[in-house]
């Protein structure tokens, strides 16, 4: 995995939170990124920012609903336009929850569940089948953001999508590990300084989270980066098929 050229690092969700950092990561490392969301706005600004931040960085933004075959398709095109026929890194990082409630229709929520699964595992799937052909044979390291919420419960279709996320992992693990590709999973307890609490976390309920964590204090989104760049490196090549919990002993992996 070491060379001259830089390596290709492919971040889902890139925008913000802790896709940002994981850019982030990879940036200062000289790493060639590329991220991916549905919002414009928030990907130029943490490109410009990380271009910033590291002068001698490479960084593209490309909107895409991973969710959706079209812009799946769109991106791969993107790709060779500008001729990356290689990729070391996929960090599956897109996701996150959906505001209807349970005292919506039945109809409702049947929805709501569709589009949880989507974004946060079919979208999964759908950049890896694509991108398969595409990552380095040996080397290449996938990895996909699950949540504390696979194993914890809580969440409701949420829970059960990330605990998909934790499944594919499994499955791709087994079948990719002869190619010399591996694939690993990380699942986050409370990380702060991202979109997916909105306005939800108040001081008393973050002081009434916090006081379950052992560790006793929330995590942040380069807690996450720092596991992603380990699986992702030479180090991490005998790793593959596992769930790295990086939740402060909140729960212990399992």
């Not at 850019?23 to 990124?33: L, V």
């Not at 969710?67 to 996701?95: C, K, M, Q, R, Y």
């Not at 690993?184 to 006081?211: S, W, Y």
Request: charge should be neutral; include cysteine.
């Amino acid at each position: 995995m070491s060379g001259q050229s830089p390596r290709t690092v492919i971040v889902t969700g890139g925008g913000t939170g802790i896709g940002r950092a994981i850019a982030q990561r990879f940036a200062a490392e000289g790493a060639h990124i590329v991220i991916l969301g549905r919002r414009p706005q928030p990907l130029e600004q943490t490109a410009s920012d990380v271009r910033e931040r590291f002068h001698t960085a490479i960084v593209d933004w490309r909107t895409c609903d991973v969710s959706a075959p079209d812009d799946v398709i769109e991106f791969v095109h993107w790709l060779e336009s500008v001729g990356i026929t290689a990729i070391d890194v996929l960090a599956n990082n897109a996701g996150g929850i959906d505001n209807a409630g349970n005292d919506n229709s039945l109809s409702q929520r049947a929805a709501s569940a569709l589009r949880l699964l989507a974004s946060n595992l079919v979208g999964a799937y759908l950049m890896t089948e694509a991108l398969l052909p595409y990552l380095r044979r040996p080397g290449g390291r996938i990895v996909n953001i699950s949540s504390i919420a696979a194993v914890r419960g809580g969440g409701g279709m949420y829970s059960a999508a990330k605990a998909g996320v934790i499944g594919l992992t499994y499955a791709l693990a087994g079948e990719l590990a002869q190619e010399g590709i591996t694939v690993n999973a990380i699942a986050p307890g409370l990380i702060l300084d991202t979109e997916f609490f909105g306005g939800r976390m108040t001081d008393d309920r973050l002081k009434r989270t916090v006081a379950q964590i052992p560790i006793g204090r929330p995590g942040h989104p380069a807690d996450i980066a720092a596991a992603v760049r380990y699986l992702a490196s030479e180090e991490a090549s005998f790793v593959t098929g596992e769930v790295h919990h990086v939740n402060g002993g909140w729960v212990f992996g399992r």
